[in-house]
T-cell receptor, first 112, second 113 residues
Framework: DGGITQSPKYLFRKEGQNVTLSCEQNLNHDAMYWYRQDPGQGLRLIYYSQIVNDFQKGDIAEGYSVSREKKESFPLTVTSAQKNPTAFYLC???????????FGQGTRLTVV | AQSVAQPEDQVNVAEGNPLTVKCTYSVSGNPYLFWYVQYPNRGLQFLLKYITGDNLVKGSYGFEAEFNKSQTSFHLKKPSALVSDSALYFCAVSGAAGNKLTFGGGTRVLVKP
């Protein structure tokens, strides 16, 4: 099946730890995105990448880092510098010819 | 900068009645407009898009949306709502093909039997 896979579904982080969220797609899409969703709020763009080995900051990039070494993979690291990381994280991918983005099922990150 | 406004946090409608979820946008150039739906603890599912052409766009599950350039609106509609339509709905805009999407704050739809 083609699609976007995010793992893990639930993740718990201790204060001061870095954690990495996985996002893999087998849709052969060029562009990939990371969004953060907080209760009662819309989606806010963290980082996006339109091509391998290139990525740009979104609206709320502070405290996060990404890499794009392979077309199918776009992992997000939530660093200890992110003061309020508890949220639902969504990965998406798209190709310009289709316009719309396709989303993974999300990772819920909780700081304990 | 591009932006999307969904003025209603929640819309309540009786099953079988028409459903409308409002969206207005701001973007430079021609807009690319989208509606997504989200069920609890799940990712977003694509419903429909407006790229060019007919102002009335038909999408999945009986939903449609009307693009109004003069009012910069892209309201989502369904003629007869179902209880299973209860979910969180997001409107999104992009200013060019392949560019990043900007989302509205979401509207929760509650369809009562």
């Amino acid at each position: 099946d083609g699609g976007i896979t995010q793992s893990p579904k639930y993740l718990f982080r201790k204060e001061g730890q870095n954690v990495t969220l996985s996002c893999e797609q087998n849709l052969n899409h060029d562009a990939m995105y990371w969004y953060r969703q907080d209760p009662g709020q819309g989606l806010r763009l963290i980082y996006y990448s339109q091509i391998v080995n290139d990525f740009q900051k979104g609206d709320i990039a502070e405290g996060y880092s990404v890499s794009r070494e392979k077309k199918e993979s776009f992992p997000l690291t939530v660093t200890s510098a992110q003061k309020n990381p508890t949220a639902f994280y969504l990965c998406a991918s798209s190709i310009p010819q289709r316009f719309e983005a396709f989303f993974g099922q999300g990772t819920r990150l909780t700081v304990v | 900068a591009q932006s999307v406004a969904q003025p209603e946090d929640q819309v309540n409608v009786a099953e079988g009645n028409p459903l409308t979820v409002k969206c207005t946008y701001s973007v430079s150039g021609n807009p690319y407009l989208f509606w997504y739906v989200q069920y609890p603890n799940r990712g977003l599912q694509f419903l429909l898009k407006y790229i060019t052409g007919d102002n009335l766009v038909k999408g999945s599950y009986g939903f449609e949306a009307e693009f109004n350039k003069s009012q910069t609106s892209f309201h989502l509609k369904k003629p007869s709502a179902l209880v299973s339509d209860s979910a969180l709905y997001f409107c999104a805009v992009s200013g060019a093909a392949g560019n990043k999407l900007t989302f509205g704050g979401g509207t929760r739809v509650l369809v009562k039997p």
